[in-house]
């Protein structure tokens, strides 16, 4: 099992930046993915980025070129910096660490808001 606790979340305005953290409560060196989601208002919960253990990263679209996401093994930490706000980024923000061997496969933080607005 792993702990999630993400921290760093707020109020910015648009085209502000903000960086997210999610420390996990043992080594993620090994974690198959360690990924970031997001829930608006409302919508359903989506995939934001991802990091592979190797350090593949990949984004979702409407994130590319304007999030990065970052693991430091060392820390047990995950970033996800975040720059270029929009209103659209309202969300809050889970962590999750997804290990395919596992059973439950994926565990979660409580997620941590953040708002974009004027």
């Known amino acids: 099992q792993v702990q999630l606790v993400e921290s760093g979340g707020g109020l910015v305005q648009p085209g502000g930046s903000l960086g997210l953290s999610c420390t996990a409560s043992?080594?993620?060196?090994?974690?198959?993915?360690m990924q970031w989601y997001r829930q608006a208002p409302g919508k359903q919960r989506e995939w934001v980025a991802g990091v592979m253990s190797g350090g593949d990263t990949d984004y979702a679209q409407s994130v590319k070129g304007r999030f990065t996401i970052s693991r430091d093994n060392a820390r047990n930490t995950v970033n996800l910096q975040m720059n270029s706000l929009k209103p659209d980024d309202t969300a809050l923000y889970f962590c999750n660490a997804h290990i395919p061997w596992e059973n439950p496969t994926d565990y979660w933080g409580q997620g941590t808001r953040v708002t974009v607005s004027s």
């Open positions: 043992k080594s993620i060196a090994s974690i198959y993915a």
